[in-house]
């Protein structure tokens, strides 16, 4: 059989040469590490502190793939063990894990960038590049100790294969992307999917040259996948995860209303969010304007054969994160909002003559979400607020410390894990928790008629609340995010020391978030006959 003829891109074989390649990585890599510098050592934050952290910490430990220190989500452990061979070599500290998943997104900016400069440019390379750097999902997600931004850079690097024809190469970074996360699979599955109905697509300019042995490349990665999930079963009894796990993100997703919800969710997230929509809707209008012309030729587009492949995957992303998953998180779409930005940004390339211009203003728009919370609900991993949570729990966990240090704290989760766990960076030592779902009215109330259980309690906003949402009026979209995503209305601190019959002895806030410290009786009794003993000689 005669080679297939790779998908039509652009040959600048200069820059694939692996010195280069690793020129660019060390230059993205100082940029990522420049600019994450003063968050190297913020203490480790929500799911890091509740799960991926632990796992890797306990691999560490013993070298088990399965975490004993908490329950198993089944996530592929490839991750885990980056994290452990960093610590065996250089000491188990926060900051060496902040380093780490710092050389890993320069990594994955890396494959990006080569992508774009293959599949485009290297003026569109650049400039999409930029704007993924600073992008606020990405930009956080860079030194967080979680795996979806790894799974991301894998798949980048496996599509910069997949275009090129080489057929190892491709299974090879799949593989690895899918035991990075097990989401990565669906990159693959919706490119064989592409590979599968390409030739009967007669009506579109895109070349139907597809080839048994890459769709054998598009199917291998399943099977180290498959390996992973049997290795978990024998050694839990549970293929995907502990119930618990398995029934939030699975059976409890599976209602057509969420699923359409959701799929609007995902939709905003990969056109519209934290001003992403600066950039899709310059590219939408700059549709309307003719190619420019470079010495009488048109200025090149993105082949249509890479921009339906990379439809291909963006659309799976949605649909199949749209139907599982309880939390409808940002940072799951990262392998696919990279590639909106590049396609709008060689969009704009192409028609729009002062696109440098543009590409600025989208750049600024990605600052000021960095920074700045949007007027709707979002997650606090997604921009800055994460610092300012951090903060604010660290401080009053620091006074919770000094002042009660034996003392039996009400909190929920993760402020529980971050009172327990002395190596998420919060505490010292280890305190009694007494843990709670949430600090809605009906789990305060419950809570207080144990209240003889704790001494103090910490509470917290587990969520951003804008100050005026655009949907503050919309009471059914109240119920329905009730209903299918979790949400809750946390009483304030002063109401919450009223419900527990304390007495609320600090309070901290900052933009939106705010923690606060509930001095029981018994408590203050403890203390007094503390200081008295301190005092008698």
Sequence with gaps: ??????????????????????????????VVFWLHFPLLRLPYFWDEAGYYIPAARDLLLTGSLIPHSTPSNAHPPLVMAYLAMWWKITGFKIVIARLAMLASAAFALTGFFQLSR???????????????????VFFIQSSLAQVDLTAAGLTFWA??????????????????????????????????????????????????????????????????????????????????????????????????????????????????????????????????????????????RIAFEV????????????IVLSVIGGAVLARYMLPVVPLVILVCVSTLRRRVRVWTGAIALVAASFVAALFVNPPYGFSLEDN?????????????????????????????????????????????QPMKVFRVEDFTVEQLMSASEVRSNFDVALVFSTKYEPPHSVFDNLSFWQAWKTRFFGYHIDAPPAAAAQILGGRLIYTDGRDGQWVGVIEMEQAVEARARRMSSECTP
């Excluded at 059989?1 to 100082?30: C, G, Y």
């Excluded at 485009?120 to 704007?131: K, P, R």
């Excluded at 921009?307 to 949605?318: D, E, G, P």
């Design 384 to 428: 800055l607020a994460y610092r300012d949570y951090i903060v604010l729990h660290k401080r009053a966990e620091d006074f919770i410390e000094a002042r009660y240090p034996n003392a039996g704290v009400l909190t929920a989760w993760p402020a529980s894990d971050e009172l327990f766990r002395p190596y998420i960076g919060y505490v010292s």
């Design 118 to 136: 293959r599949v485009a440019n290297i003026e569109v390379a650049i400039a999409s590049t930029l704007c993924t750097i600073i992008y606020p």
């Design 159 to 300: 599509l910069l294969a997949y275009v090129e024809d080489r057929h190892w190469a491709t299974a090879i970074w799949f593989s690895l992307a899918v035991l990075a996360k097990e989401t990565a699979i669906l990159a693959p599955l919706s490119l064989l999917g592409w590979e599968l109905l390409r030739p009967h697509i007669r009506s579109l300019r895109v070349t139907p040259n597809g080839s048994p042995r890459r769709n054998w490349a598009l199917l291998f990665p399943i099977v180290p996948l498959g390996f992973w999930y049997a290795y978990h079963y024998r050694q839990t009894g549970f293929i995907f995860g502990n119930p618990e796990f398995f029934r939030y993100n699975v059976q409890g997703t599976l209602y057509p209303l969420r699923i359409l919800l959701a799929f609007l969710m995902r939709l905003w997230q990969c056109v519209g969010y934290l001003n992403l929509y600066v950039l899709t809707l310059a590219a939408l209008l700059a549709m309307w304007m003719p190619p420019l012309l470079d010495e009488e030729l048109e200025r090149r």
């Design 307 to 318: 921009q339906f492949a990379f439809l291909s995957i963006i659309l799976t992303y949605m």
């Design 1 to 30: 059989m005669k080679n297939q003829r790779p998908i039509h891109i652009n040959d600048e074989s200069r820059w694939s040469h692996p010195v280069l390649t690793f020129a660019i990585f060390l230059f993205l890599l100082f």
